[in-house]
Every structure is written in structure tokens, then in C-alpha cells.
């Protein structure tokens, strides 16, 4: 058996991976006529590839990278926690000190009674794990009937098939007849394409009140939960108008329906407080974490969950666990990637030089031609592409296509932004550092340009 090494020429690199490996959410067969591109190492904010390009990360791996590649002190935990306990089960009257660590660090920082962590090893898993918490506690509270989950369209929660149940993407319902009984969507608050004539406002409350509709249209006595992200990340970075979160909270709390906060993306740091429900003024009663709770250094997600759902969860057993719920490596490199995020003031980086800086450099873009609006939270923002400025139009060819030349003009400019249809998203490490933001921008200020240049050339400047 031959050494596979990053020292392979590319092309052979290439039809390896083409004849052997299945990408998720990829058409194999175009990626195998055009030959994935290698990405062979990373230091801070930076990765090379295998003809030696180096590319900023506008997207923190996929959201996930907070901290930046290439902290030795990760490696330096994982490697020691493998030496001394590689791996033990906490099913069975067990506990390990990882596990026990991590629990009680992430109960800390987690708002309000939100002070028990049930371990996954992904965000998907841990939806997965959501799905089953809360049938299970509206059943041991007598009320069983109240299984239904209402979640929303285009919302992202995973790809297993409770995770992509919850998500509100069409064409993951599509494949596999999804989504799985029980679960209803109700529509997103998409101001820029969905608002129409109404203010963001005015359409933010009316997104909102579209759950209490669905709640009465069910029966409050029949749904047990509500969940979302507080800023939808995969469905392309969509922040609510200020008025949505609020009428959630008070429908939430007026019938009586557990709130999860999906804050896979949101979570640590994110959006310039630990949690995004911090920032959009929300107390959920279950939390999804994952990426960025290691920064995606080892694969570890959960819930965290509040003490009245825990403690009613608590009286039975709950006939549910991964063989690698807290894995003891995984949580060591978490509590090292926690420790660096609280030592260094990663969160206060974000809130005070890192955001304003991004802030000022993204909503200039707003004046290029091809750009109809910049949104920012924290450090995750979109871009709409718009054939026509000041209209809010959508293209009127196939939609996705000139975010996929944008992207393509993004890729050959060794900036990695990605694009959601037509708009171009992105989600840096947490610690950019204000030049490193500044080269971000240029960078994908040449990709836009070269990207309107091509769109006017192919004629695709037209509104629908
Ligand atoms: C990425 C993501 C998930 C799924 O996490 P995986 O680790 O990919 O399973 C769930 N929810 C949100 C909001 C995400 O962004």
C-alpha cells in the first residue's frame, strides 16, 4: 500500500479523490471532472493548498474555526488527554474528568438555569438529541400529545435525519422523504426577498406572529417546542429585523413551548457576546452547540439545558446516548479552546476591535454595483447580489448562478467567501486581526468586481 502524503503531485491527489471519495452536499461526478481543490496545512487565519496558495478563510472552515488554525496548545491537550484516557463510555455509572470539566465550564458560561449538558459528538446529533428531550419531557409531564416541534423554512439544524428535519431546506426534503412526522415550518424572517412593501419592522412582528398562528392552527395542548437560530446561518445569514425575537419570546412563553436556540453558529462568540441568545435578548430552554465550542479542532457538540427540563428529565431513564457523547479527547481540546477564548478576550476582540473594523470595511460594499444590501452581526455577515441596484430584485436567470460566479471569482482570488443562492456570506475566525479584515475585503472587492464584470459581459444583469 502506497503512502498517500501531502506530497503528491495535485492531479494525482485529485483522481484519488475522485475515484474513492464521496463529498457531502457535492455534485461528485462535475467535482471529478474539475478536481477538488487540496487544502494541505493552515496557520492563523490562512490556509495553503497543494500548489502552495495561500487563502484567507472568510468562513472559519465551515463557521467553525474560531481561535484560527495552528494553536499548538490544542494539540498539546489532545495529545496528553490521549495518553492518559483516550477513551471511556459515561453511560454506565461512569464519569471522566473531561466530560465533568467541560459540563461544568460550558454551565458557566451559559446564561440564565441553563446549567446541564447532555454531550454530542456534532450540532446534527445534538438536534437529534433535542427532538427526543423534548417528547420525552412533555411525556413524563403527563402530556404526550404535545410532541409536535415547530421549526422554520430555511432554517439549518443538521443533516441527520431529525437535524434535516428541523432545517427548513427543500432540497434536503427532497432526497429521502423528509421532513419526519411531527415537525412544521412556518416562514423565515427574510426581510430583503420576502418583505415586500412592509418595513422590516412591520415584517419582523408579522414572522413572529406566524408562530402563534401555527400554535392555534395545531392546538397549543399538541406542540412541545419552537426552534431556531437567533441569526440563520446556512440559509445565508439572515439577521432578524429587531422586532422578531421579542414577539417570539412572549408567544413562547405565552402557551407555554419550549424554546431551542439553535446556537451552533451563534454560540461562543460569534455574534459579540458568548451566546447569540445574549445578543438578541432570548432565554431558550436548550441550547444546540457545536463547531465552535472546539473551534473545530475535535468533532463535539450538545445541549445545554435548563434546570426545570433537566430535572423532569432526570426522573426516568432516558433510553438515548452516542458511544461518543463527551469524549474525553474532544472535551479536553474544548476546555483548552475555552481557556484561550477567556484568556486572550477573544469575545471582548470580537465585541470591541475585530466587529467595528469589519463593520466599517463590509457596509462600504453596500456602493458596488453588484451588491444590494451588507448585513453584520458580530463576525457573520451576508452580501445580496442584486441585478439592479435599489430594487431588492432577485436575478432573473437560474437563482444561485451569479452567486456561484462570485464564488468561483472569490476561489480564484484566494479569498474563501461562500455564497447561499445569490448572496455571498461570511464567518472569519473570531481573531482577525483588523489588517488581516483589511485584506479579506480587498480581496473580495476584486472578486466582486471581476464578478460584475462577467455577469454585464454574459448579459446576466437582469431582474426578474
Ligand atoms: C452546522 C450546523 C448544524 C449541524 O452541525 P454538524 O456538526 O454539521 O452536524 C446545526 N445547526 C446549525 C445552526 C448549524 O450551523
Same mark, same amino acid.
Given at each position: 500500500?502506497?503512502?498517500?502524503?501531502?506530497?503528491?503531485?495535485?492531479?494525482?491527489?485529485?483522481?484519488?479523490?475522485?475515484?474513492?471519495?464521496?463529498?457531502?452536499?457535492?455534485?461528485?461526478?462535475?467535482?471529478?471532472?474539475?478536481?477538488?481543490?487540496?487544502?494541505?496545512?493552515?496557520?492563523?487565519?490562512?490556509?495553503?493548498?497543494?500548489?502552495?496558495?495561500?487563502?484567507?478563510?472568510?468562513?472559519?472552515?465551515?463557521?467553525?474555526?474560531?481561535?484560527?488554525?495552528?494553536?499548538?496548545?490544542?494539540?498539546?491537550?489532545?495529545?496528553?488527554?490521549?495518553?492518559?484516557?483516550?477513551?471511556?463510555?459515561?453511560?454506565?455509572?461512569?464519569?471522566?474528568?473531561?466530560?465533568?470539566?467541560?459540563?461544568?465550564?460550558?454551565?458557566?458560561?451559559?446564561?440564565?438555569?441553563?446549567?446541564?449538558?447532555?454531550?454530542?459528538?456534532?450540532?446534527?446529533?445534538?438536534?437529534?438529541?433535542?427532538?427526543?428531550?423534548?417528547?420525552?419531557?412533555?411525556?413524563?409531564?403527563?402530556?404526550?400529545?404535545?410532541?409536535?416541534?415547530?421549526?422554520?423554512?430555511?432554517?439549518?439544524?443538521?443533516?441527520?435525519?431529525?437535524?434535516?428535519?428541523?432545517?427548513?431546506?427543500?432540497?434536503?426534503?427532497?432526497?429521502?422523504?423528509?421532513?419526519? #412526522?411531527? +415537525?412544521?415550518? &412556518?416562514?423565515?424572517? @427574510?426581510?430583503? =426577498?420576502?418583505?415586500? $412593501?412592509?418595513?422590516?419592522?412591520? *415584517? !419582523?412582528?408579522?414572522?413572529?406572529?406566524?408562530?402563534?398562528?401555527?400554535?392555534?392552527?395545531?392546538?397549543?395542548?399538541?406542540?412541545?417546542?419552537?426552534?431556531?437560530?437567533?441569526?440563520?446561518?446556512?440559509?445565508?445569514?439572515?439577521?432578524?429585523?429587531?422586532?422578531?425575537? #421579542?414577539? +417570539?419570546?412572549? &408567544?413562547?412563553?405565552? @402557551?407555554?413551548? =419550549?424554546?431551542?436556540? $439553535?446556537?451552533?453558529?451563534?454560540? *461562543? !462568540?460569534?455574534?459579540?457576546?458568548?451566546?447569540?441568545?445574549?445578543?438578541?435578548?432570548?432565554?431558550?430552554?436548550i441550547m444546540t452547540i457545536a463547531k465552535g465550542l472546539s473551534s473545530g479542532y475535535a468533532p463535539i457538540g450538545g445541549s445545554i439545558v435548563c434546570d426545570e427540563v433537566a430535572?423532569? +428529565?432526570?426522573?426516568?431513564?432516558?433510553?438515548?446516548?452516542?458511544?461518543?457523547?463527551?469524549?474525553?479527547?474532544?472535551?479536553?481540546?474544548?476546555?483548552?479552546?475555552?481557556?484561550?477564548?477567556?484568556?486572550?478576550?477573544?469575545?471582548?476582540?470580537?465585541?470591541?476591535?475585530?466587529?467595528?473594523?469589519?463593520?466599517?470595511?463590509?457596509?462600504?460594499?453596500?456602493?458596488?454595483?453588484?451588491?444590494?444590501?451588507?448585513?453584520?452581526?458580530?463576525?457573520?455577515?451576508?452580501?445580496?447580489?442584486?441585478?439592479?441596484?435599489?430594487?431588492?430584485?432577485?436575478?432573473?436567470?437560474?437563482?444561485?448562478?451569479a452567486g456561484l460566479i462570485t464564488r468561483e471569482r472569490c476561489f480564484a482570488n484566494n479569498v474563501i467567501m461562500r455564497h447561499v443562492y445569490d448572496r455571498m456570506i461570511i464567518?472569519?475566525?473570531?481573531?482577525?486581526?483588523?489588517?488581516?479584515?483589511?485584506?479579506?475585503?480587498?480581496?473580495?472587492?476584486?472578486?466582486?468586481?471581476?464578478?460584475?464584470?462577467?455577469?454585464?459581459?454574459?448579459?446576466?444583469?437582469?431582474?426578474?
Open positions: 500500500m502506497r503512502q498517500i502524503t501531502n506530497h503528491l503531485p495535485t492531479a494525482e491527489l485529485q483522481a484519488l479523490d475522485a475515484a474513492h471519495h464521496m463529498h457531502p452536499f457535492t455534485t461528485n461526478e462535475a467535482l471529478a471532472r474539475k478536481g477538488a481543490r487540496i487544502i494541505t496545512r493552515a496557520s492563523g487565519v490562512y490556509l495553503t493548498d497543494s500548489e502552495g496558495a495561500s487563502i484567507i478563510d472568510g468562513m472559519a472552515g465551515l463557521w467553525c474555526v474560531n481561535i484560527g488554525y495552528g494553536r499548538k496548545e490544542l494539540a498539546q491537550a489532545a495529545a496528553r488527554q490521549i495518553e492518559e484516557l483516550p477513551y471511556y463510555n459515561t453511560f454506565f455509572q461512569t464519569s471522566h474528568v473531561p466530560a465533568i470539566a467541560l459540563a461544568a465550564r460550558i454551565a458557566d458560561l451559559a446564561p440564565g438555569d441553563l446549567n446541564h449538558v447532555f454531550f454530542a459528538s456534532s450540532g446534527s446529533e445534538a438536534n437529534d438529541t433535542n427532538i427526543r428531550l423534548v417528547r420525552h419531557y412533555w411525556a413524563l409531564k403527563g402530556q404526550p400529545e404535545r410532541s409536535v416541534i415547530i421549526a422554520r423554512k430555511n432554517g439549518y439544524h443538521g443533516s441527520t435525519i431529525g437535524g434535516a428535519s428541523l432545517g427548513g431546506m427543500v432540497p434536503m426534503h427532497q432526497q429521502g422523504n423528509l421532513p419526519i #412526522p411531527g +415537525i412544521v415550518h &412556518i416562514d423565515q424572517p @427574510y426581510w430583503y =426577498l420576502e418583505g415586500g $412593501d412592509m418595513t422590516p419592522e412591520d *415584517f !419582523g412582528l408579522a414572522r413572529a406572529r406566524a408562530l402563534e398562528e401555527k400554535i392555534l392552527e395545531i392546538g397549543a395542548d399538541r406542540v412541545g417546542a419552537f426552534i431556531a437560530e437567533p441569526v440563520q446561518g446556512a440559509g445565508g445569514v439572515i439577521i432578524p429585523p429587531a422586532s422578531y425575537w #421579542p414577539e +417570539i419570546q412572549r &408567544i413562547v412563553d405565552k @402557551y407555554g413551548i =419550549l424554546l431551542i436556540a $439553535d446556537e451552533v453558529i451563534t454560540g *461562543f !462568540g460569534r455574534t459579540g457576546a458568548w451566546f447569540g441568545s445574549q445578543t438578541f435578548g432570548i432565554r431558550p430552554h430535572a423532569v +428529565i432526570a426522573s426516568d431513564e432516558f433510553n438515548h446516548g452516542y458511544t461518543y457523547s463527551g469524549h474525553p479527547v474532544a472535551a479536553a481540546v474544548a476546555l483548552e479552546n475555552l481557556r484561550i477564548m477567556e484568556d486572550e478576550g477573544v469575545v471582548e476582540h470580537v465585541r470591541d476591535v475585530a466587529h467595528p473594523h469589519l463593520a466599517a470595511r463590509w457596509h462600504a460594499l453596500a456602493d458596488h454595483p453588484l451588491v444590494g444590501e451588507t448585513t453584520l452581526v458580530g463576525m457573520m455577515g451576508s452580501l445580496a447580489l442584486t441585478p439592479v441596484k435599489g430594487r431588492r430584485a432577485r436575478f432573473a436567470g437560474e437563482q444561485g448562478a464567518a472569519p475566525p473570531l481573531v482577525m486581526t483588523p489588517d488581516e479584515i483589511d485584506i479579506l475585503i480587498d480581496r473580495a472587492t476584486k472578486a466582486l468586481d471581476e464578478a460584475y464584470a462577467q455577469l454585464k459581459a454574459e448579459g446576466m444583469l437582469v431582474a426578474q
